[in-house]
């Protein structure tokens, strides 16, 4: 059995290509100050391991397990990220250049971007631990809910660009006989 996705009609009383630019931009934003911030997190994590001095409390084998988690998650992290990056600017272009050809391959990149993100949470879970992963279910719902914005918009730009139907009325009229009096 299909499960269709709800239709919106408005994206919190604005108009849907204006809330589908708002997702695009702000998308781009975020997922550059994310990229930004792995990658800072990740440089931190490298240079504490390497610099790290023998302590008592933990073997340099636990260490470098433990690292190596983190480098597996910030690894993926940041694939989904730039993966985020470059579909959001698909999403800007089609929007601004009235594209339903490019709105298609955003939703559809958005859904595996979205299965990412799942397995994303899964992942995390495992090397991170549970609290790490609230941030991404939140950022798992939004982008769902994005999604559900921009196949409205999608759906909205191609009704406005199909061809209308035209009824063909009778070209001929057919002939009445005439009244006798």
Known sequence: MAYTLPRMEKCCCISLRTGSLIVGYVSIVISSLFTGAVSWSLYKVVTYVSEVKPNP?????????????????HAYLL???????????????????NKTK???????????????ALALVVVTTIFLGLLATIPL?????????????????????????????????????TPQAPLMA
Do not use: D
């Not at 409390?57 to 397990?65: R, S």
């Open 57 to 73: 409390e933990h073997t340099a084998e636990e260490i470098a397990k433990v690292a190596l988690g983190v480098y597996i998650s």
């Open 137 to 173: 279910l939140k950022w798992s719902l939004t982008l769902f809910f994005c999604l559900i914005v921009v196949r409205s918009t999608y759906l909205q730009m191609e009704e406005q660009n199909k061809p209308r139907v035209y009824e063909m009325q009778t070209l001929y009229i």
């Open 79 to 97: 694939l989904v990220l730039l993966y985020y990056f470059f579909i959001s600017l698909l999403l800007v272009i089609g929007v601004h250049m």
């Open 102 to 116: 490019y709105m298609r391959y955003y939703f559809k990149a958005g859904l595996f971007l979205l299965a990412l």
